[in-house]
């Protein structure tokens, strides 16, 4: 039987009957408000909120969490992860790894996306003219490649931004940090890490995150929608180089991009069933972007580990602390005794979020220096 203290609390149920809902009616009139209205772009106003459109509101309550979390934590100054009393302070990490989450997700995704245009735009802030939200948000493929296409067009690499972004910044953090994008930096991460570390949170990577052998397996399906993102990419180029008219594939590519990929698996999924598969479930099984990431961790000579010493005891909260659902402690204890196992992007979909560690009583995990596990003399052998 669970213990009391995994069960779901009156509280938290309440909330879940509305949670779902509201997040599907949400992102139903975030992305497709021509569903509930007709397709005069005036009739778009009916969602405004103080002359603000449903995606500044969306972007400025999805802000609001990350950032009231990381104030919380900066300034509570707790180690979130530990569950016993025992080891108490925030770890200069997760310090650094919260501060970078608050200042990008405030600078970098609230600031300069939604708050900036609202100052420059014309009647001003608040008066958003009528319009449908981007869908392609989870998925970067369709912005990276047209930015491709822009800067041909301007002869300015600057308007290939996105490009640049996605195939050349991400691989070399990559090839230097592993895929620690993933729990300092991006967006959907940011959301992630932070109600994470929040108590219902907690309990949800702990009790809900899909583990073991079917959920490794069903990796997969994060493979296929790397493939059918690179397809996609390939099929935008191809259109826009004008070589054979594309476009019903490009509309039926783009409507399953949309509807399939981006609303269902990205946004009702990936966030509303926080509750039920944990925090991670997008960047595990979705995100193609997670996938060329850890394609790129093979080649790259990222130094990038988890590495467990001999004072594993076996206690196994390593392993309900990760919200990849990753065993991490199967690389750390054989029948309770220390195999100091080193694992990282190679062998796992690791994104360095450095919970394991801060979970552990008894100091039984660290990251491996960025200088090198090679030389360290550490086993290192894929499991997950
Ligand atoms: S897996 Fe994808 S969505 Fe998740 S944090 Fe990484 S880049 Fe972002
Ligand atoms: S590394 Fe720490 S938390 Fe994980 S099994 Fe060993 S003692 Fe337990
Ligand atoms: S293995 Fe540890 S550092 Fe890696 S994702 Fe899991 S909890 Fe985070």
């Known amino acids: 039987m669970a213990k009391k203290s995994d069960q779901r609390t009156p509280a938290e149920k309440i909330f879940l ?3 779902f809902p509201a997040v599907l009616a949400f992102y139903l009139i975030y992305k497709y408000p021509n569903w509930f209205v007709g397709n005069d772009p005036q009739d778009l106003l009916k969602f405004h909120f103080l002359g603000k459109s449903p995606g500044f509101w969306y972007n400025t309550i999805y802000t609001a969490i990350i950032v009231g979390t990381c104030i919380w934590v900066l300034t509570t100054d707790k180690n979130r992860y530990q569950r016993s009393k025992k080891k108490g302070g925030l770890s200069s990490y997760q310090r650094k790894k919260f501060t970078s989450i608050l200042l990008v997700q405030l600078i970098g995704f609230y600031f300069f996306p939604s708050v900036l245009p609202g100052l ?3 009647g001003g802030f608040f008066n958003d003219p009528p319009k449908i939200s981007a869908k392609t948000a989870h998925v970067y493929v369709y912005p990276a490649v047209a930015s491709v296409g822009k800067g041909i067009e301007n002869g300015s690499p600057a308007s290939a931004g996105g490009a640049i972004y996605m195939f050349l910044v991400i691989p070399v953090a990559v090839w230097f940090f592993g ?7 991006c967006a959907c991460g940011n959301l992630a890490e932070a109600v994470g570390v929040l108590p219902w949170g907690q309990r949800w990577v702990r009790l809900y995150t899909p583990r073991g052998p079917t959920a ?5 399906i994060q493979v296929i ?3 059918f993102a690179i397809f996609f990419g390939i099929m935008l180029v191809v259109d826009g180089l004008k070589l054979f008219t594309a476009t019903t594939t ?8 949309d509807f ?9 999924i990936g966030v509303g069933a926080y509750p039920i598969f944990g925090t991670r479930v997008w960047c595990r099984y979705g995100c193609p972007m997670a996938s060329g990431m850890r394609l790129v961790g093979k080649f790259s000579r990222s130094k990038f580990a988890v590495v467990p010493n001999d004072k594993c005891k076996g206690l196994g909260l390593c392993t309900q602390a990760c919200p990849m659902g990753i065993d991490v402690a199967a690389y750390a204890h054989k029948d309770k005794k220390p195999i100091e196992v080193a694992f990282g992007l190679n062998d796992t979909p690791c994104i360095g979020c450095g919970g394991c560690i801060d979970v552990c009583p008894v100091d039984a995990l660290s990251f491996a220096p960025i200088s090198g596990r090679e030389n360290s003399g550490l086993a290192i052998v894929s499991k997950d």
Do not use: H, N, P, T
């Not at 895929?179 to 930096?185: D, L």
């Not at 490794?216 to 997969?220: M, R």
């Not at 490009?250 to 991009?257: F, P």
């Open 17 to 19: 009957v509305f949670f």
């Open 120 to 122: 420059k735009q014309e």
């Open 179 to 185: 895929k620690r994008y993933c729990s300092w930096f």
């Open 216 to 220: 490794k397996k069903l990796e997969i």
């Open 225 to 227: 929608c790397l493939v």
């Open 250 to 257: 490009i509309s039926a590519l783009s409507a399953i991009q």
């Open 260 to 268: 399939v990929i981006d609303f269902m698996f990205g946004a009702v």
